[in-house]
Structures are given as structure tokens and as C-alpha cells.
């Protein structure tokens, strides 16, 4: 089992993100797209940015925390190789390969259907088995937030400049990291995020000017992005740190599915896709600009995905 002091801080363990540049995707969308693929970062997704530096960083061995499976299974696979333990809540109709992932990884999944019971609810309901455990978020956490930071500070340092970065959000702990990170590197790059329009809640939130939230977890095909509300931790980074955020109907996350895995061969999860969505949806923002795409993971189910390619 692995001791803290033999631990290895975030930078010594994230795989570097994978750039791809896309002439065949830049053709269909009218800007030069780059690729910056989380989809070969350990655990399959940039969550595991996120997830292993708070289990580094946190002093308790239990964690529990809420997650619909890339920072759940990013969350097992950190405490197993710090020689911790953790309880994933998790919806009862997650994907099958991150509910698998997560066990597989060692950690517990506590399988909740949220239309009786939310999330958070049995979430509290573990603390209070397990008080000396930390309760994480999966977005709304500074440990969250600098962990991600490293992907914006990692696109700040190519060679190329970006006119944008587009990235997907759900509770806004990747698009917030985004923006620390470039902040952090003195780079003027402007943020956009896509959301899913089933779950517009940060959309709605940057319109009105303070949190709103959903009337409970949208089903959004983009399961990445059923969150309730975006983070208070992240909502006082993105409410003068984002340009914008699109809001891609569920038609353009398939789309950029189908784009993603026929013109870069990519494979890549729902919402992951979300910034390709993005450029179909509004596509005079990035008309003739040079765009760096998010693809934040690649974990879905066969099925799901054999769907979507069709």
C-alpha cells in the first residue's frame, strides 16, 4: 500500500493531453479546429486531473463523493494508488462501464435512482456513517478546480495560439480549472463552454447574473452534465472568466459524436462532444478562428456509442 510520503504530486502522475489537429473537421466547421483529447488520460477522462489531486492533497483515507461515473471511477483509481478508500453515489442508470470501472478500480459504487432520491441526499446520509471520511465534490472543491487548472496551463504552453478554448461544463469544475489555468499561465485566450440546452442551468445562471438552478437532474444524453446547479467555487471563477457558453441541443452532442469518430477517428462519450456541439450550434463564433476543442473523455457504453455512429 502507498504511504503519503511515497506519494507523487498531480504533476508526476497525469499523462500529458493528447493534441490532434483536425484538417478534415476544420473543413466541415468553418474554423481551425485543434483537438485536445482527455480521452487517453488515465481512467479515460480529465476528471482524473481533478480526482487525484484532492485524494493527494485531502489528510483521510474515506472519501465519499456524488459522481455519474468519469470522476467516480477517476476517484477509485487515485485511492487505490494512494492506499485509500472511497463510496462513489452514483445514479442507478449510469453508464455500465463506469459503474464496472469504478469497482474495478476498487471503489465502492452506491447505486441511487435519483428520481426518488437525489444524489446529494444519500451522500449525507454516508457522512453521517462515516464522519471521518471527506466529502467530495466532483466540481465544486479548489482541490477540484487546481487540479483541473493543470489542462489549461498544459494548452497555454504549445507552441500554437488559440483564438478560443471551447470546453464542456456541467458543474463548471473542468471550464473553471480551464480559466485558473490560463489566468495562471498570463495568456489572454478567451473561454467559451458548451452545455447541453436540457441543462442550461449555467447558461441561464451567466444571463441572470446569480446561480439558478434545474428542478432536479436533467437526462440530457450528455450524462457528464447532469448536474443540479453549477458550483458555488466555480460560479465566482466563470461569471467573469467565460466569454460565453452555447447551449447545444442534444441533436449536435450526437452530431459531434458521429464527427469526432468519422473525420478524426476518435471515439469519444456524449459529452465529450459537447465542444464540437458547440461549433455546429453556433457557428458564427468561431468562423475562420482557431479553435482549441476539449474532448473530456471517452467513456461510453457500446451500445450507446454503436448507437450514435449508426
Not at 445514479?91 to 478500480?105: G, L, M, Q, W
Not at 426518488?116 to 478546480?145: C, F, G, M, Q, T
Not at 470546453?167 to 489572454?188: C, E, F, M, N, Y
Amino acid at each position: 500500500m502507498t504511504t503519503y510520503s511515497e506519494a507523487k504530486p498531480l504533476r508526476e502522475m497525469i499523462r500529458p493531453t493528447t493534441i490532434i489537429e483536425a484538417p478534415r473537421l476544420s473543413a466541415r466547421l468553418g474554423a481551425q479546429v485543434t483537438l485536445a483529447t482527455e480521452t487517453f488520460q488515465h481512467t479515460g477522462s480529465f476528471k482524473f486531473r481533478a480526482a487525484y489531486n484532492l485524494a493527494y492533497q485531502v489528510p483521510q483515507k474515506k472519501i465519499i463523493a456524488a459522481s455519474s461515473g468519469n470522476f467516480g471511477q477517476a476517484m477509485a483509481y487515485a485511492c487505490k494508488l494512494l492506499g485509500k478508500w472511497c463510496t462513489i453515489v452514483m445514479p442507478h442508470n449510469s453508464a455500465e462501464v463506469k459503474i464496472a470501472a469504478v469497482r474495478e478500480y476498487g471503489g465502492n459504487a452506491d447505486l441511487v435512482n435519483t428520481r426518488i432520491k437525489s444524489r446529494a441526499a444519500r451522500v449525507d446520509e454516508l457522512a453521517s456513517e462515516h464522519p471521518d471520511a471527506y466529502v467530495a465534490s466532483a466540481y465544486d472543491d479548489p482541490l477540484v478546480i487546481n487540479g483541473n487548472a493543470s489542462l489549461g496551463e498544459e494548452l497555454c504552453r504549445l507552441s500554437r495560439s488559440f483564438d478560443c478554448i471551447v470546453a464542456p461544463i456541467g458543474g463548471g469544475g473542468l471550464t473553471s480549472g480551464i480559466v485558473t489555468g490560463v489566468r495562471q499561465s498570463g495568456k489572454s485566450i478567451e473561454v467559451i463552454a458548451s452545455e447541453p440546452l436540457l441543462a442550461n442551468d449555467a447558461a441561464r445562471s451567466l444571463r441572470e447574473g446569480h446561480i439558478v438552478s434545474n428542478e432536479a437532474e436533467p437526462q440530457t444524453i450528455a450524462d457528464g452534465a447532469r448536474t443540479v446547479s453549477i458550483g458555488k467555487h466555480n460560479w465566482e471563477i466563470l461569471k467573469q472568466g467565460l466569454s460565453s457558453i452555447v447551449e447545444t441541443p442534444e441533436e449536435n452532442i450526437k452530431e459531434g459524436v458521429r464527427l469526432l469518430f468519422s473525420l478524426a477517428n476518435l471515439k469519444c462519450e456524449p459529452t465529450g462532444a459537447l465542444s464540437i456541439g458547440a461549433l455546429l450550434t453556433r457557428p458564427e463564433l468561431f468562423q475562420g478562428r482557431s479553435v482549441c476543442c476539449v474532448i473530456s473523455g471517452g467513456n461510453v457504453d457500446s451500445r450507446v456509442y454503436l448507437d450514435l455512429i449508426a
